[in-house]
């Protein structure tokens, strides 16, 4: 048997910038130092292409210290390459910290190229740190020359990174040749010394393009707006995905749209958080490339982006509701999305939680919501009732109210909805504060605004939503929800049938 202390494990790794110290190399000279030693490796712990500046991301010395932390390893000794490959950690502490948590659970360190061996001498502890500190400089040497070089690439007009964007496709210039290949999405460099540049796509995806521009200046559609259209004529981004608010915005505010090369914007350096840059620190090259949008349009794009994202008073979005009303003699999500200077619907969701609220505090009364929604929920509720009673359960309800109790004990909220609203959205949403803690929703969804014929009903037990929260009930969520739907309502009898016989058979006190 394999005494413990004769047993090792080798940890293993390999950053993009250190090709030459591969893992073949590494683990080579590890075997022939375990050899000369009589240490079995039992084990391989590696981190493959992972920077050693940090401990994130480097899943496997992360298993290894849990290994070594958990008190039950099968090992005695950890062999590495040399320093650098146990991290380049910026603050030498951190990696004294991790060999310092080994060996005080009984598991040595030793690394293998070395011309020190790690006794804990005065010698050895000097020439480690030295190690490590320069390690960590080597990092942060080789960061400043990336950058430069990154920077000097955009200055002379080369694009810099894998996406090109929607409407744009990237274009190789290999080195000393005058050849010149469009790249396919995904597709890569095959030299590092290759540059690319942006041009343009396919016709029909910057036909795409000057459209999300014609809608959005010219139409004044909002960014969902115009991702909802785009995905509903089966559209795909860049990414071969749906759009969304975010893959709008890209295509109406990246520079790239009129030639610029562009770099730096964001950074994350040697593991720390990433952060925005202000525009001082952009490395960029303006009409490095040849443009798909004019210059006046894309400077409308942004004028308007920045009027629809300026911050509103409560007493603005209020006055702008009260003068379509005026004008209108109604108001609705459809009719506000249309007028161009008024702003957005979610403008009024991010400061009244939604246009029923902002309604109200203008006196407004949708016809839906204030007029026939509660007459079919005042029907509905009178059908429950009266087939609750027909089982024998007490109830007590008043028509004013949309909460009834069961057998003084269960209390159901009832709410009535169009399956197909008017404004064509097939959703609409709950709140869970708008109820006195009930123990159930009673959700009918009625055919359309004028029935009191439900199609089905949803029976949600309120524990499901948070305090304060909102449920959107629209077809992909519907699906979802099939266990708490019924096209009848026996389900709810049962339930307030099974509460009944409780009831009557609870024993006195």
Aim: aromatic content about 8%; proline content about 3%.
């Amino acid at each position: 048997m394999l005494l413990a202390e004769n047993r090792a494990v080798q940890y293993v790794r390999m950053s993009t910038d250190m090709q030459r110290h591969s893992i073949a190399i590494q683990a080579e000279a590890i075997a022939l130092y375990a050899a000369r030693r009589g240490l079995t490796i039992v084990r391989t712990y590696e981190d493959a292409g992972r920077s050693g500046v940090t401990i994130d991301g480097r899943s496997a010395l992360q298993t290894l210290i849990s290994d070594v932390r958990s008190g039950t390893a099968d090992f005695r000794t950890i062999l590495i390459y040399d320093v650098s490959r146990w991290g380049r950690f910026q603050d030498t502490d951190e990696s004294a910290y991790y060999e310092f948590i080994c060996r005080s659970n009984g598991v040595a360190v030793e690394y293998c190229a070395e011309q020190f061996s790690n006794d804990g001498s005065l010698t050895t502890t000097i020439l480690k740190n030295l190690k490590r500190a320069m390690a960590g400089e080597y990092s942060r040497e080789l960061s400043a020359k990336v950058f430069a070089g990154q920077a000097k690439a955009v200055r002379n007009g080369f694009h810099r990174g894998s996406t090109p964007g929607y409407g744009l496709r990237r274009c190789l210039i290999e080195d000393g040749s005058a050849q010149r290949t469009i790249l396919k999405l995904g597709q890569r460099k095959r030299l590092s010394t290759d540059r690319t540049i942006l041009v343009p796509g396919p016709a029909e995806e910057i036909e795409v393009v000057d459209r999300i521009y014609s809608l959005f200046i010219d139409q004044k559609f909002s960014l969902s707006r115009i991702a909802r259209l785009l995905n509903e004529e089966g559209i795909a981004n860049v990414a071969q995905r749906q759009w969304n608010d975010v893959s709008v915005r890209e295509v109406l505010s990246n520079e790239k749209y009129i030639g610029s090369a562009q770099f730096n914007k964001t950074s994350r350096k040697l593991g720390a958080p990433s952060r925005k840059n202000f525009r001082s620190e952009w490395v960029e090259k303006i009409g490095a490339f040849e443009g798909i949008v004019s210059k006046e349009r894309f400077r409308q794009a942004r004028e308007q982006l920045v009027y629809n994202a300026r911050a509103y008073r409560d007493s603005e979005l209020l006055d702008a509701l009260t003068a379509i009303w005026c004008s209108r003699g109604r108001i609705s999500a459809a009719l506000i999305d249309s007028i161009p200077v008024m702003p957005r619907v979610n403008t009024y969701k991010e400061h009244f939680g939604g246009l029923a609220a902002a309604y109200q505090m203008i006196g407004y009364a949708p016809p839906f919501r204030r007029g026939r929604s509660p007459q079919a929920r005042i029907v509905i509720m009178s059908q429950i009732s009266a087939k609750l009673k027909a089982e024998g359960c007490q109830v007590e309800w008043h028509s004013g109210s949309s909460q009834m109790l069961i057998n003084q004990e269960l209390v159901l909220a009832v709410v009535a909805g169009c399956a197909t609203p008017g404004c064509g959205k097939n959703q609409w949403q709950i709140k869970r504060s708008a109820w006195a803690k009930p123990d159930i929703l009673v959700a009918a969804r009625v055919h359309d605004q004028v029935s009191t014929v439900v199609e089905d009903y949803l029976f949600i037990p309120l524990l499901f939503l948070a305090n304060e929260s909102w449920l959107t009930i629209s077809r992909k969520r519907l699906q979802r929800m099939e266990a708490f739907r019924s096209p009848t309502l026996d389900p709810l009898l049962a339930l307030c049938s099974r509460e009944r016989i409780g009831l009557v058979n609870a024993p006195h006190t």
